[in-house]
Antibody, heavy 125, light 110 residues
């Protein structure tokens, strides 16, 4: 079955960086885009960015511009989310999510049909 | 793009229908259908329940339906059941190759 498995919880100091991985399985990795979505404690979902798993093209939310880098390793069918310059406000649950199948051309905005289990990132001094 | 606007909470009794609105969705002909809805239970990942405004993924109950008018999309849950109690989020294209989520709506089944 289609599955996204994320790396484990992280605790970081302010100013540090965190890198979260998302291992995809059960489908052809290069046929879909993968997104990252954040949820602060008790708050709503916040879109961070996407990556085209085929060509590696990315797009980021202006809220994270300059701090966020999303990459992928095609042979490993894994996507990575790297967030730098962490502050206390970056504490939360980070999800990767697959864009649903959209035929021959990768699409980005129709809907996210498979989600990872989430990775808790805590920023604490 | 600012977050989409949803009511903070809605409630209904079992068997009733409720509607959750989502204001601020695109109105351009090329992007107006790029609206999706997610259901989230506590401590669980979100689940896609509608995409392209009104399409249901396989396995999602037909009690969930969607529509849009102008810059407002709506999620309707008919025949409300206790198991529907959850948080619901809308999401749409946010312009400039971005997506944006709504603030979320907590559904309480009375």
């Amino acid at each position: 079955q289609v599955q996204l498995v994320q790396s484990g919880a992280e605790v970081k100091m302010p100013g540090a960086s965190v890198k979260v991985s998302c291992k995809a399985s059960g489908y052809t990795f290069s046929k879909n885009a993968l997104h990252w979505v954040r949820q602060a404690p008790g708050q709503s979902l916040e879109w961070m960015g996407w990556i085209n798993a085929d060509n590696g093209y990315t797009s980021y939310s202006p809220s994270f511009e300059g701090r966020l880098t999303i990459t992928r390793d095609r042979p490993a069918t894994t996507v990575y989310m790297d967030l730098s310059g962490l502050t206390f406000e970056d504490t939360g649950l980070y999800y990767c999510a697959r864009h649903l199948d959209s035929g021959d051309h990768i699409q980005y905005y129709y809907g996210l049909d498979v989600w990872g289990q989430g990775t808790a990132v805590s920023v604490s001094s | 793009q600012s977050a989409l606007t949803q009511p903070a909470s809605v409630s209904g009794s079992p068997g009733q229908s409720i509607t959750i609105s989502c204001t601020g969705t695109p109105t351009d002909s090329g992007t107006y259908n790029l609206v999706s809805w997610y259901q989230q239970f506590p401590s669980r990942a979100p689940k896609l329940i509608l995409y392209e405004v009104s399409n249901r993924p396989s396995g999602v109950s037909d009690r969930f339906s969607g529509s849009r008018s102008g810059n407002t999309a709506s999620l309707t849950i008919s025949g409300l059941q206790a198991e529907d109690e959850a948080d619901y989020y809308c999401c749409s294209y946010g312009g400039s190759r971005t997506m944006v989520f709504g603030g979320g709506t907590k559904l309480t089944v009375l």
